[in-house]
Structures are given as C-alpha cells and as structure tokens.
C-alpha cells in the first residue's frame, strides 16, 4: 500500500466528509427510485398498449414496441448525453438531477416495458377469455383479473432492475449531477488517496445494494408463495 | 318460436376451415347434446357463438334478432345472455369460488353486493360447495372447479347454457358429482347446448341429439331413436364404435 | 432562439464512428472471452472447491455484482499506479470489464451446471462412458445448450457496458463521439447518430449469435 494513506485516513474520516458521501448516495437512491417508479407506469402503459387489439391503436402500439426495442439497446451514458444537449438546445436551465432522472426513466420505461409484458404473458389465455365472455370490458379484465396475477412475477425482476440502476447511475456522474460517484470524484479532486474515495465510494454502494438484493431474494420467496397459506 | 337459430355458419381457424356451413335451432326449455368425433366443430360452434371466434359467414339469430359479431354492442348483448362453461374451468385464480361466482354480476352488471352474495352462496350450495366457498381454485379438485365454473355462469342467469366438455378434463370418479348438477339444471328446465362425450349421460338427459362430423351435422333426432337406429352412415359407424358404461 | 438540426456536418465522420463501433465490439469480445475464463474457473470453485475457495469465489462475485464497474474501474485506474503498476486506459478499463464480467459469468456458468440432469449422467454411466466422455459428450452439450441464451444477453449487455470505457479516454464508438463532439460542437446530432450506430451494432450482434447458435450449437433463440 502506498505510504501516506494510513495517515489520511483520520483527516478522511471527518463528519463533513461523510455527511457528503451520504448525501451525494441518497441521490444515487432517489435517482434510481424516480427511475424505478417513471419506468413501472410508463412501462406498464406501454405493456398494456401492446396488448390492446384493433386498427385504431396500431400505430401506438408500433411504436411502443420501437421505443422498447430501441432504448434497450442504447447504452444509459449516450442517453444521458443526448437528454443532458437536447434540454441545452431548448435553453432551459434544467437542474442536472432532472437530466438524470429523464435519462434513467427514458431507459428504465423500455426494460421494464419488457418486465410487464412477460408478466401479463404469465397469466394464461383462458383467464382473458373467461372474462371476455363474462362481458368484462378490456379494463375491467386488467384491473380485476389479470394484474391481481401478475403481479408476483412482476415484482422480483422489477426490484432487480432497482438495484441495477442503484449501480448504473454512476454514469450520472458524467454530467455532473452530485450522486455518490460523483462525490468520490470530488473527494479524489481534493486530494484524498484514490483508495480512500473510491474505496468508501465502493462500499456506499455495496451496504446499498447488497441488503436490497438479500431482500429481493426473499421478496421472490414470499411472493412466489401460493396465495392461501 | 326458436330461442336461438343458427343458419349455414362458417368460421376458419388459422386459415382452416372449421365449421362448413352449421344450421341448428334451439327452443326454449331444449336440451342439445352434440356429439362426434374429437375435432368435428362441436366445441368451434360453442366458441363461435359466444363471440370468442368471429364466424366468416351465416346468420345466428336470438329471438329474432340477428347478432352481428363484428358489433361490439351485439356481442355484449348477446354474452348478457348465453353463458358457457368452458373444459378446462377456466375460473379466475386469484379469486375465490365465491368471488369467482360474485364478480360479474357485482363489478361487470353492478348489482347490489349483498343480493348477489346470498344468490351465489345459494348456487354453491346448491352445486355442493358452500363448505369449500372460500377456497381458491388451486385448492380445489378438478370437479369441484368444474362445479364452481357452473355455477359462475348460473349467477349472470343465462337463458341458454353452453357446456363445452366439461368432464373431459376430469378424472373418473369426480365426473358423476358435475353429471348430476348438469341433470338438476335439465329438470328444473334450463335450456343448455351440451358438448360431451359422455354418451349414456347425453342418452339420458338431452331432449335432442346433434351429431357433428369435419365442421357440419350428419345427424339428428331424439336420443332414443338416434342411438337405437342411426340414419346414415357416418353415425352408425360412430355410434357402433361407442362403449356403453354401465351406470 | 431556434437551433436547427444538421446532420451534414457530421456524416463525414461516420467511417471513424464505424471504426469505433467495431473497437467497442472487441473490447467487449476481449473482456467477454476473459470473464468466461475467470467465470469458469469461479463457477467450477464454488461448486466442486474446498470451503474456504468457495467462500472466496463467494465474495468475489457478491461484491463484484453489488458494485458499479464505472467505480470499480476508477478504483483500478487511480489506485494502481499508486502501487507501482501502470496500464494504459484501455488496459484499465480491460482488467476492470473483464473482472467485472467474471463475477456476472461464475454466476450464470454456475447455473449451468446446476441444471446438468442427473438422470443422463446415469445413463452415460450404464453405457459405459468415461468420465472424459460423458464430459464431452453429456454435460458440456447440455450446459452449451442451456447457456447460449443467457451468455449471448450477456455479451450485448457487455457491448453497451463498453461505452463508459469513454471516461477514461479510450478511442471506442462514445470515445469517438466525443472526439467529434468537440469538433463540431453538434452535441445532438452527434450522439443521436452514436445511438443508432449502438442499435444497429447490437442488432448485428443479436443477429450473428442467433445465427451461430443456431447453426452450431442448435439452440434456438428469440431474435429481437
């Protein structure tokens, strides 16, 4: 190890630098829950869209599937990049938190478009079929039958991608929104030894991420569960 | 005056052809069991008429009326008052059997939730499951299932009953308790169109017999006679090939 | 203030943001194939390894998997050469994608395994086989076959990973564009443009897997 680190470590160890760290991650959180919960509506809509029949909708649903096919397969810095010039075109000042939080909703919308479009998926035909016959309307079969089960095969994969942009919103860092990534740079600019401010960076986003994964695990156990018991 | 009339009714099936020109009428009070061999249109005609397979040609008429199934309005009218039975029960699973004999007539017809809750606690009972009421259909049997789907379609007090196969999918010894419900229904003058292969049970209970064969009706006429002495040859061969159970 | 949108400026710069398109796709193959071997080796020490391995392969994926490789690749760019070892950024950026890809990898690889049907094990047994050829002709078909798909999704999600290698100064598809970006300050354009490249290029790859897939391995996949 480098000499000098041990030594840094009491003057790295201060309140101010870990209220910063800690504020600078409750971002990273907040950014991945906009993400999250922008992505399950939005998401949700277009899976619901997609499964709509009839000419007048398929235009729409055209394009929902364009836009889940395509923004699956842009990486999240380009998207970032794109939405952080494009709102500089217009010449808002937009706050580089919303920037952020446009980008990860724009790509969370598409991924979890697909989630939701499996889990209705899992719910078999009969279950459409058996409400069709009962007059229930194209809502009423969503709202009453189909979510209801779907639901549970939804909710694990939809937590897992929580947690995945817990780690990919470093890349916000690369516009300058003050998320956890971006705070470790800030200390590693001030002089702090590489190891200290990436390494603290490192385990912030491990003590975030690995509780949340441990409860995912059990979430899909108690979800999996058949209803009555 | 017939309840139902179907004329010359045609509908294809992923580009194939499975009803060539069906004709039946159905009166009131009519029990029609329709038999055949397994892909001969029986179940097609059910799922045509209640609107789950667009037909391509013919007329089906309701009182007089003529449904046009491309009209969303003739549908929904049409499904107020035909009812099926599917084989494979198809109840809502993430309901109970009450809940599953409660939710159209509450959430869909928006009746008063207490009426319709002591009307469905009569109908399970009266198919034999007011104990199980509360459980959902993973819980059940299949015949117990079976039993909660008929009554499921009871509860939208349909005119005419469609009962597509539904002991096929069950085993041997849970097939009686759905019969019997299915005779109940016959004697208390419930007008039903029954697809079964339960030959001796088709004998006892319809007051008419269809046979279909490759999409159309080769045959039909009174139980009795139908199985005594079939007409033409297509039934003959069917009916000769049929194992009567000993009941 | 209306800004226009002109493409004109750019096109002539697509030939070197091709060029980078196919430097993303190698690096991701290069970390890729990389990942595969520490993913194999890892898979096979937690599963057939003495405890205290398995509890190392443990940790090694828990934390590679629970931590984002932008971080864990500045850690290695700043920390290393502070211990004496210096890489070039796209040597940087290598070790910490291929390290990266070998935690994800030992966990799909492991999976792989797991899923080997003890029943064809038995009857590779009963007829006969060495141990050898039971490998070769049992399980490495069956875990080939179960793990196509999934490997195949791992490598497109590698190509799109390969885009934050741009940080660091690496010339691939977004390092490009970035290039361009400061020449023709047509920010928009630009990185429209690299998006698409990124549909299109991860559209070839999709594409050239199935094939593959398909022709050697039998395994059908969904295309899109």
């Not at chain 2, 096929?168 to 292969?197: F, K, N, Q, W, Y």
Request: aromatic content about 10%; glycine content about 8%; cysteine-free.
């Amino acid at each position: 190890m480098p000499h000098g680190v041990i030594e840094q470590i009491p003057r790295f160890l201060t309140w101010y630098n870990a209220a910063f760290l800690l504020r600078a991650a409750s971002f990273t959180l907040a950014l991945s829950a906009v993400g999250s919960v922008v992505g399950i509506l939005a998401g949700g809509a277009i899976a619901v869209l997609r499964r709509t029949r009839g000419w007048a909708l398929a235009p729409l649903r055209g394009l929902g599937t364009l836009y889940v096919e395509l923004f699956r397969r842009i990486p999240f810095l380009v998207t970032l990049l794109l939405v952080f010039y494009a709102t500089q075109l217009g010449g808002y000042d937009m706050p580089l938190f919303a920037i952020g939080a446009i980008a990860v909703s724009l790509i969370s919308t598409a991924y979890l478009a697909e989630i939701v479009r499996a889990g209705l998926a899992s719910v078999h035909p009969n279950q459409w079929h058996s409400a069709a016959v009962a007059n229930f309307s194209f809502m009423q079969t969503l709202r009453l039958v189909v979510i209801p089960q779907a639901w549970s095969v939804v909710l694990p994969p939809a937590f897992g991608f929580f947690i995945m942009f817990l780690k990919d919103t470093a890349l916000a860092s690369q516009v300058g929104v003050v998320e956890l990534t971006y705070a470790g740079k800030t200390l590693n600019n001030r002089g702090f030894a590489p190891v200290l401010t990436f390494g603290a960076v490192l385990l912030l986003y491990f003590a975030m991420s690995y509780p949340l994964t441990l409860l995912g695990r059990r979430l899909e156990v108690l979800v999996a569960r058949p209803r009555h018991r | 005056m017939p309840d139902l009339a179907i004329a010359d009714l045609h509908a294809a099936y992923a580009g194939r052809t499975v009803l060539g020109g069906v004709s039946l009428n159905v009166a009131s009070g009519d029990v029609v069991g329709m038999i055949g061999p397994s892909g001969s249109g029986k179940s097609t005609l059910l799922r045509v008429l209640v609107g789950l397979l667009p037909p391509v040609s013919g007329l089906v008429t309701l009182d007089g009326a003529t449904v046009d199934y491309r009209r969303k309005a003739d549908v929904r009218a049409l499904r107020d008052r035909l009812a099926i039975v599917f084989q494979q029960y198809n109840l809502f699973q993430n309901m109970t059997a009450l809940e599953n004999v409660m939710v159209a007539p509450v959430r869909i017809r928006g009746r008063p939730r207490t009426e319709v809750r002591a009307e469905a606690i009569d109908l399970l009972s009266r198919v034999g499951l007011s104990e199980r009421m509360n459980a959902y259909p993973d819980q059940l049997s299949g015949g117990q299932q079976q039993r909660v789907a008929i009554a499921r379609a009871l509860a939208l007090k349909p005119e005419i009953l469609l009962l597509d196969e539904v002991t096929s999918a069950l085993d041997p010894e849970l097939v009686g308790d759905v019969l019997d419900v299915i005779r109940g229904l016959a004697a208390a003058g419930m007008t039903m169109l029954i697809v079964s292969h339960e030959m001796s049970f088709i004998r006892d209970v319809a007051s008419r017999v269809v046979m279909m064969a490759d999409g159309s009706i080769v045959e039909e006429g009174r139980p009795a006679e139908f199985f005594r002495e079939p007409q033409t040859e297509r039934a003959r061969a069917f009916v000769g090939r049929i194992r009567w159970h000993r009941d | 203030m209306t800004y226009t949108l002109q493409f004109g400026q750019v096109t002539r710069y697509l030939p070197f943001l091709a060029e980078g398109g196919l430097i993303s796709l190698a690096l991701a193959f290069l970390a890729f194939a990389g990942g595969m071997v520490l993913g194999l080796l890892g898979a096979m020490g937690r599963t057939f390894g003495p405890r205290a391995v398995q509890r190392g392969v443990q940790a090694y994926v828990v934390f590679f998997t629970n931590t984002p490789q932008l971080v864990q690749i500045y850690f290695l760019f700043f920390v290393l050469p502070e211990a004496g070892i210096l890489l070039s950024p796209f040597q940087a950026v290598l070790l910490g994608m291929t390290l990266n890809a070998g935690a994800y990898l030992t966990e799909i690889q492991r999976a792989g395994f797991a899923t080997v049907p003890r029943g064809e094990l038995d009857a590779a047994e009963t007829l006969g086989m060495s141990l050898t050829q039971s490998v070769r002709l049992v399980i490495l078909p069956h875990v080939v076959k179960t793990l196509y798909a999934p490997l195949s999704n791992q490598y497109i999600i590698m190509v799109l990973g390969t885009s934050m290698a741009a940080v660091f100064g690496v010339e691939e598809l977004t390092g490009r564009a970035f290039s361009v970006n400061a020449e023709t300050f047509r920010s928009v354009e630009v990185f429209s443009i690299v998006g698409a490249m990124y549909i299109v290029l991860t559209l070839i790859a999709t594409l050239a897997l199935s094939v593959v897939g398909r022709l050697m391995f039998r395994v059908r996949m969904p295309t899109l």
